[in-house]
């Protein structure tokens, strides 16, 4: 195993990963792609921090995509919240995540099958999903 596909293997902590996922052209090249996409959708801003405030960290999330042949697709980096760090009625009151369902997925492709309907796939390189806040959150 080449150590690039080695750096999609860690399970250690997310630092580690980052430190070894730089030293590679390819990680690189998909951060950047993942910061570029950020900044398109404008999905933050940069403010200073009010008093009495907590920030959730980022961390790097890199995996490997894989053909059914075995050989590699693409690396997929992704920046996400460490969400986990924060307090229940203390940083939030609830948790919600704007995803698809598969019950929703197998419905539609039935309607689809049984209606005739042509269905086309797509990938989606970058898919923002708007979930309303009420509270502001630091990142």
């Known amino acids: 195993m080449n150590k690039l596909k080695d750096v999609s293997l860690l399970k250690s902590q997310s630092q580690t990963l980052f430190k070894m ?10 951060m950047d792609e993942e910061i570029k996409a950020l900044k398109k959708h404008k999905t933050w801003e940069l403010v200073d921090l009010p008093e009495n405030k907590e920030v959730v960290g980022l961390k790097w999330v890199c995996k490997t995509k894989y053909r059914s042949d075995g050989s590699i697709q693409k690396y997929k980096a992704r920046l996400v919240a460490k969400g986990y760090m924060q307090r ?28 005739k309907w042509c269905v086309y796939q797509f990938d989606v390189k970058s898919a923002f999903l708007n979930g309303v806040l009420d509270e502001e959150v630091y990142v």
Request: charge should be negative; proline fraction near 3%.
């Open 21 to 30: 996922a730089v030293k590679y052209k390819e990680w690189c090249d998909s």
């Open 88 to 115: 229940e009625g203390i940083d939030f009151e609830e948790t919600f995540a704007p995803v698809a369902r598969f019950d929703t997925i197998r419905t539609i492709l039935a309607l689809a099958a049984y209606n």
